[in-house]
């Protein structure tokens, strides 16, 4: 994977991030970064957008009583944030997201943690249907500051070969 320009034409170059299905090798490990931290703006945004009306994501009195004692971020949220750390390195350049399973949220998320995420390959196989194209499964966990894991899945991605992702293509 290369996240260096590419040349375009003379003295003009364009960024590059992703990996090309030959690109992936079962078994390898990618670490996500940056961390980011979420704030509580995040998470009532994010309430609000969704239309999540659970009083543990937005009212502190109700959260004070409850066995957390204070607010927690929405869920699916912390499923966001992960998935959104892992494109760089694993879907930049897919097609499309075929399938989740066994999506696991293993410890609450507060306002003020930082999340890290990391992504292992599990297997790839060449598409039957796409030959511009291959399948790839992986697992992705997310870890709070404190090194605990928050949430892990796994995903099937189809994921298009060297010289035929849209930018490969196209002139945007």
């Not at 297997?123 to 291959?134: Q, V």
């Amino acid at each position: 994977m290369s996240h260096a320009p590419v040349q375009i034409a003379p003295q003009r170059y364009r960024e590059s991030f992703g990996r090309y299905f030959e690109d992936f090798i079962v078994g390898d490990v990618y670490e996500h970064r940056p961390g980011r931290t979420l704030t509580e703006t995040d998470n009532t945004w994010f309430t609000l957008l969704t239309m999540n009306t659970h009083p543990l994501h937005f009212d502190a009195e109700y959260a004070k009583h409850s066995e957390f004692g204070r607010c927690i971020v929405a869920s699916p949220l912390t499923l966001a944030i992960i998935v959104g750390m892992s494109v760089t390195d694993v879907s930049q350049k897919a097609i499309a997201n075929l399938g989740w399973k066994e999506i696991r949220m293993t410890a609450p998320v507060f306002a003020g943690d930082t999340l890290y995420a990391e992504t292992e390959v599990l297997g790839k196989r060449e598409s039957a249907s796409r030959p511009t194209a291959g399948l790839v499964t992986v697992r992705t966990l997310g870890r709070n500051q404190h090194g605990t894991v928050v949430c892990d899945f796994e995903r099937t991605i189809l994921v298009a070969k060297r010289g035929h992702a849209v930018e490969d293509r196209a002139g945007a």
